[in-house]
């Protein structure tokens, strides 16, 4: 009886164990075997209702599965904006960098330029500036020169980019 007992407990535990290490696959074992434009209406999705967290998981399994398909470039552009919106500026930067690399004669490079700028100018804003009264002068100016060159440089090489204006007013 006392066997049984135990034998149930380790069974038991075996089933808990086991539900919960299946429950703990990761955001991207879930597209793993999907194609590309699954994956690319899935990352759009994410993006309509904000759930930033998983629209990055997807435009970079997009990125990593399909490297020269037919929306890599456009997905690595998603995945700026998303690294923007979920509050990683450092992240969205390296995206930014890593696009104007990869595609220097893109038509959407000006955006790249802009989101590096917008990164840049707004991590200065984080949540406890909001609330709390600072001195403009006392803050490190780094961050607004990096974002003041950037956006310089998005005036001079597109002129006549649809961010150009906004741009010139946070310059």
Known sequence: MKSVK???????CLLVLSLTLASCSSKEDEFANSGEDILWREGLRSMDVSNWAR???????????????????????????????????EAARAA???????????????????????????????????YMPTDPSKRDPGKARESFSDFSQLISRFPNSPYAPDARARM
């Open 6 to 12: 135990l034998f149930n407990k380790h069974l038991i």
């Open 55 to 89: 629209a990055i998981a997807i435009m970079q399994q997009i990125e990593a599965q399909f490297p020269f398909g037919q929306f890599a470039a456009q997905s690595q552009l998603e995945l700026i904006f998303a690294y923007y919106r979920n509050s990683e500026p």
């Open 96 to 130: 930014a960098d890593r696009f104007i690399r990869l595609y220097p004669d893109h038509a959407n490079l000006d955006y790249a330029y802009y989101m590096r700028g917008m990164a840049y100018y707004s991590e200065d804003a984080r949540i406890l500036a909001r």
